[in-house]
């Protein structure tokens, strides 16, 4: 692609960018911060750092989560931006920033909660701060080892490659809507008593084997993130790092069935659930096509990804729903942090 079109491409997507990626591109300007861009900054080509904060008010409250679930989904959304890069997790640094009253048995049921989610995935608590504030925050840091078979950025599409996503989407912002709904009671345990989309809300798993099993069929060639901030945005941010086009085809977007029947209840097309709700943390990944194919030949067990479009060599993302064109991406539905 020419220097004309690249900037085409930038001048396309500029429009689709949310305030906090606004404010990001900013921040690599007054800092001249080259390792800024990923889901982690890759160090010294072996370590990948992240860090990442909950505020009380803005991504949880407590009177709709425990504590134990709090500290479980800190841990896990930290984690998960080293999967979206195919790293191995190793440690994490856990700050708390606690209101007034915050007893000893809330900071035991909070660490409880991150210690769960780190001993799972094998990842050692190795420090941190503990100081007042006036609402609970959290602010994490992990550390990670680049996977020996390579390490996968937002940067590796191209024109031709094949859009593939794991797990499915919408289910956390439907878990998000029956808490808000008052259905927080029919749950019984931590991963959602049994209900697929308050577990994806409350309990989010972070897709590390999946992107160990990308890796390894294609070491560093293509590219990938997580979906945290939803999928439109994941589709923008891959489109801008590659100055590509994509064809996204709506009706491949796997939704859960509990997800659409939530939606219904709403009055909400899950699609755009799917699309801007967030917090699935779902790995979005571009793949070059023969690879895929070889790939899809092994069957389902194996394969953990689904296909959902294409990269073209375009200046915008369209989208068709079974076929037929789409309305654009509405990047006002997404979350916006600022």
Not at 12 to 37: H, N, P, Y
Request: proline letters at 4%.
């Amino acid at each position: 692609m020419g220097q004309d079109s690249t900037m085409k491409t930038a001048s396309s997507f500029a429009e689709l960018l949310t305030g906090e990626q606004k404010m990001i591109d900013s921040i690599k300007g007054w800092v001249g911060g080259s390792l800024i861009g990923d889901d982690c900054a890759l160090i010294s080509s072996q370590t990948l750092v992240s860090t990442d904060a909950l505020v009380e008010g803005v991504h949880f409250r407590r009177d709709l989560m425990s504590l134990e679930e709090i500290g479980w989904k800190a841990a896990a959304v930290n984690l998960s931006d080293i999967a979206a890069m195919a790293g191995r997790p190793r440690y994490l640094f856990v700050t708390v920033c606690a209101p007034a009253g915050f007893s000893q048995n809330d900071f035991r049921s909070l660490y409880e909660g991150i210690g769960s989610c780190a001993r799972q995935f094998r990842v050692s608590i190795a420090g941190g701060d503990i100081t007042a504030s006036d609402q609970l925050m959290l602010s994490l840091t992990v550390i990670g080892d680049v996977h020996e078979n390579g390490c996968l950025t937002r940067s590796g599409a191209k024109p031709g490659d094949v859009i593939i996503a794991t797990g499915d989407f919408g289910a956390s912002r439907a878990g998000l809507w029956q808490l808000l709904a008052g259905e927080a009671s029919k749950r019984n345990s931590k991963d959602g008593g049994g209900s697929h989309t308050l577990g994806k809300h409350i309990h989010p798993m972070p897709r590390l084997s999946e992107a160990w099993m990308l890796v390894g069929k294609t070491g560093s060639a293509g590219a990938l993130m997580d979906a945290s901030d939803g999928l439109a945005d994941a589709l923008v941010q891959l489109a801008r790092a590659n100055s590509v086009g994509m064809m996204v085809e709506l009706g491949s977007i796997p939704i859960d069935a509990q997800t659409k029947k939530i939606a219904a209840q709403a009055g909400v097309d899950p699609v755009d659930w799917a699309l801007y709700g967030g917090e699935d943390y779902e790995l979005v990944g571009c793949i070059d096509a023969n690879v895929w194919g070889e790939w899809r030949k092994e069957g389902s067990k194996n394969n953990p990804f689904v296909p959902i479009g294409i990269v073209t060599d375009g200046v915008s993302i369209d989208l068709t729903r079974y076929g037929s064109p789409a309305p654009p991406l509405d990047m006002s539905k997404c979350f916006q942090h600022l």
